[in-house]
Structure formats: structure tokens, C-alpha cells
């Protein structure tokens, strides 16, 4: 069965620089979720979307944002790059309604020298 | 925002049982009670949800207490390959969907 793909997979970025981290979920999918996780830390909620709406949003940094496009995949742009960036992303799906589980991505490894 | 406590760690012996308690005194009505587990750098993995009754799958059980301000997770019988953080979510009508602070479960051979 088709999983949720997060690309890339790894990513490398110097300070002040930008990156974009890409979710594709399970089809027929329509509510997508970021999370970040800081090495020994739990996932941090970021922001979700439901139906290409931003459904809520978290402890996401003014210098991020992210969207999701009309094929329900979602984008998670980084700017202004910071040390403290460094850190899993993952990308999570659901489908319609909020009594499901959610499947997780495989994550996108975000390093900022 | 996160709405559940959990022991920071817990230990188990193989082929055990293991129980993983959940507090979540403000849970709502229409609060479900999600549990998932996260190996060392993978995403977390689905395992079990309920909202009232108790709940069996392959992987656990779901004991909720009657009046659901707790819950307990089982893993009838702990494997090396069970080892790993343990979270238990409560996901609401928006959709809200908080990690908190899982019990990190270690097994031994």
C-alpha cells in the first residue's frame, strides 16, 4: 500500500539559506500535518492542513510556512536558515474526519551548518 | 497543549506483558485516545485507538477507563522490536493532534 512520502530525505543547508521540504500523502488523503523533531526531543507539532485550508498551527517560526496545493501534496518552506533548524521533519497524513489514525512519513533530515 | 501523562521510562522483560499507563483527566466527550511508538530516527508508527470501549489489534490492546480519564496500553507479550518511545495522543474534533513527553520503553532479553 502507498505510504506517505516525504522528499528529500536528507538536506544540507548553510546558515541564512532557504529549503523546502515536500509531503505527499496517501491518496485520498485530505489533511496533512508537520511536525518537527530536535535530536532527544518529542515531535513538535508545526501546522496542518485540512481540505488545502490551514487547518491549525503551532509552535511554527514566522520564517517558516507551508501550504498544501490543490493535489494535497504540501510544502514546508524554511528561511533564514538557523543552527537550531537542525532536525527531523515529519510529514503525516489522514483521511477525512478525526477518528483515524494518522500515518507518518519517513521523515526529512534537515542539517544547517 | 499536550493533554497526556506518561512515565518518562518503563522496563519489561521479553516475552512479558507490558501495561503503559495514560493520564488524561481533561479529555473531552469526544476526545479519541490514540497511541503510537517512534524507533531511533523513523517516523512514529500507529498502534492502537479507541474512544470508550476497549480496544484489540494485532499489534496491542487499549484498556480505557470508565470514566476515560486514563487509559493503558498492553503489549501481551514485549519483544526486542517492542522497544521504543510509547505516546499516547488525545486527537479532537479540529484535528489537533499533540505530541507529549511518551514513555520510553526498553525491553530486556
Known amino acids: 500500500a502507498a505510504g506517505v512520502i516525504q522528499s528529500p530525505r536528507h538536506l544540507i543547508k548553510e546558515k541564512r539559506e532557504t529549503a523546502t521540504l515536500k509531503c505527499y500523502p496517501i491518496?485520498?488523503?485530505?489533511?496533512v500535518y508537520w511536525y518537527q523533531q530536535g535530536p532527544g526531543q518529542d515531535p513538535q507539532f508545526l501546522i496542518s492542513?485540512?481540505?488545502?485550508?490551514?487547518?491549525d498551527k503551532g509552535s511554527i517560526p514566522d520564517r517558516f510556512s507551508a501550504q498544501q496545493f490543490s493535489d494535497y501534496h504540501s510544502e514546508l518552506n524554511m528561511s533564514s536558515l538557523e543552527l537550531g533548524d537542525s532536525a527531523l521533519y515529519f510529514c503525516a497524513s489522514s483521511p477525512q474526519g478525526y477518528n483515524g489514525e494518522l500515518f507518518f512519513g519517513e521523515g526529512s533530515r534537515l542539517t544547517v551548518l | 497543549d499536550a493533554k497526556t501523562t506518561q512515565p518518562n521510562s518503563m522496563e519489561s522483560n521479553e516475552e512479558e506483558p507490558v501495561h503503559l499507563p495514560c493520564n488524561h483527566s481533561?479529555?473531552?466527550?469526544?476526545?479519541?485516545i490514540h497511541w503510537y511508538r517512534q524507533l531511533p530516527s523513523q517516523g512514529p508508527e500507529y498502534v492502537i485507538h479507541?474512544?470508550?470501549s476497549n480496544v484489540n489489534n494485532r499489534m496491542a490492546s487499549l484498556a480505557i477507563a470508565e470514566d476515560r480519564k486514563s487509559s493503558t496500553l498492553i503489549l501481551h507479550r514485549a519483544t526486542l522490536r517492542d522497544a521504543a518511545v510509547y505516546y499516547c495522543i488525545l486527537r479532537d474534533t479540529f484535528n489537533k493532534f499533540y505530541f507529549g513527553s511518551g514513555t520510553k520503553l526498553n525491553v530486556k532479553p
Open positions: 491518496p485520498r488523503h485530505d489533511t
Open positions: 492542513f485540512y481540505e488545502k485550508m490551514q487547518s
Open positions: 481533561t479529555i473531552s466527550g469526544t476526545d479519541y
Open positions: 479507541g474512544l470508550t
